[in-house]
T-cell receptor, first 112, second 115 residues
Framework: AQSVTQPDIHITVSEGASLELRCNYS??????LFWYVQSPGQGLQLLLK??????LVQGIKGFEAEFKRSQSSFNLRKPSVHWSDAAEYFC??????????FGKGTRLSVIA | ETGVTQTPRHLVMGMTNKKSLKCEQH?????MYWYKQSAKKPLELMFV???????ENNSVPSRFSPECPNSSHLFLHLHTLQPEDSALYLC??????????????FGEGSRLTVL
């Protein structure tokens, strides 16, 4: 069965530090990959997506993610975290003709 | 108004009540979705409508009844709910649901509490 795993439930980083959020998936073919962010009291907003081509994709708010087929991973990174990045982050995977499957999310806290 | 708008933002209802959640999108999209978001669980897809036709029903109990009168509006009618149905209900839209490669645009959600 298709699945998406976000191993970290909660991560705390210091403002200005680098960030990496992990996402692993289990799919038969090359999937479509997404990262969404949900700020408190808000809906989800797309940060970035990967369909094909360059395996390093750039997104909004300074985020990037790298698709590694050999590791079935699509980790999200940011070189320097800002306090406003505190939110819940969701990895999602699809195969084109099936609805997206979302991970359970990783909650990011940012401390001064 | 722009984007995806959901009303009400908060709803408290008893198990015998009947209420409805409303979603409206102003993006010209053709597909609309209902998701359920519960604490510590993945986002659960409930229903998908594409060009007003239901294309997905993810084994949702019949106490949840969706309605899509046109491509811009989506309702979720609720009756005889259970306390475990308390959750954040998110509406989303996309250009279409035929390939699921498009971006999903989410509303802010309706927080439902069932007493």
């Amino acid at each position: 069965a298709q699945s998406v795993t976000q191993p970290d439930i909660h991560i705390t980083v210091s403002e200005g530090a680098s960030l990496e959020l992990r996402c692993n998936y289990s799919y038969g073919a090359t999937p479509y990959l997404f990262w969404y962010v949900q700020s408190p009291g808000q809906g989800l907003q797309l940060l970035l997506k990967y369909f094909s081509g360059d395996t390093l994709v750039q997104g909004i708010k300074g985020f990037e993610a790298e698709f590694k087929r050999s590791q079935s991973s699509f980790n999200l990174r940011k070189p320097s975290v800002h306090w406003s990045d505190a939110a819940e982050y969701f990895c999602a995977v699809g195969e084109g003709n099936t609805p997206l499957v979302f991970g359970k999310g990783t909650r990011l806290s940012v401390i001064a | 108004e722009t984007g995806v708008t959901q009303t009400p933002r908060h709803l408290v209802m008893g198990m015998t009540n009947k209420k409805s959640l409303k979603c409206e999108q102003h993006l010209g999209h053709n597909a609309m979705y209902w998701y359920k978001q519960s604490a510590k669980k993945p986002l659960e897809l409930m229903f998908v409508y594409n060009f007003k036709e239901q294309t997905e029903n993810n084994s949702v109990p019949s106490r949840f009844s969706p309605e899509c009168p046109n491509s811009s509006h989506l309702f979720l009618h609720l009756h005889t709910l259970q306390p475990e149905d308390s959750a954040l209900y998110l509406c989303a839209s996309s250009q279409d649901s035929g390939t699921y490669t498009g971006e999903l645009f989410f509303g802010e959600g309706s927080r439902l509490t069932v007493l």
